[in-house]
């Protein structure tokens, strides 16, 4: 089992920043990769950034390439999204989750998600 508590979300103006913090317990040597998902209201969840373990890769949706940065504290046992240029329509409450077998985007593809933090982006 891994225990996944996100933090970090707020309100905002837009053009603002920024930083969720996902906090990692139990068996997290078992982690192939983590990822951020977003859901905005009457929308389905979708896949925001992820960083995949034995290659250090970072993926990113299109929307958020070039705003958005994923990474990890190893010793907090922690990952982090700095979220910069936030837009109205990055407002959605934002999930971390864990995948420990293999690599992707796909949402049911992770076993073990966090309960979410709001970000609101207001104009």
């Known amino acids: 089992q891994v225990q996944l508590v996100e933090s970090g979300g707020g309100s905002v103006q837009a053009g603002g920043s920024l930083r969720l913090s996902c906090a990692a317990s139990?068996?997290?040597?078992?982690?192939?990769?983590t990822g951020w998902f977003r859901q905005a209201p009457g929308k389905e969840r979708e896949f925001v950034a992820a960083?995949?373990?034995?290659?250090?890769?970072?993926d990113y949706t299109d929307s958020v390439k070039g705003r958005f940065t994923i990474s990890r504290d190893n010793a907090k046992r922690t990952v982090y999204l700095q979220m910069n240029s936030l837009k109205l329509e990055d407002t959605a409450v934002y999930y971390c989750a864990v995948q420990s077998y293999g690599y992707s985007r796909r949402s049911d593809e992770y076993a073990y998600w966090g309960q979410g933090t709001q970000v609101t982006v207001s104009s």
């Open positions: 139990g068996r997290t040597f078992s982690t192939y990769a």
């Open positions: 960083i995949i373990w034995p290659e250090r890769t970072l």
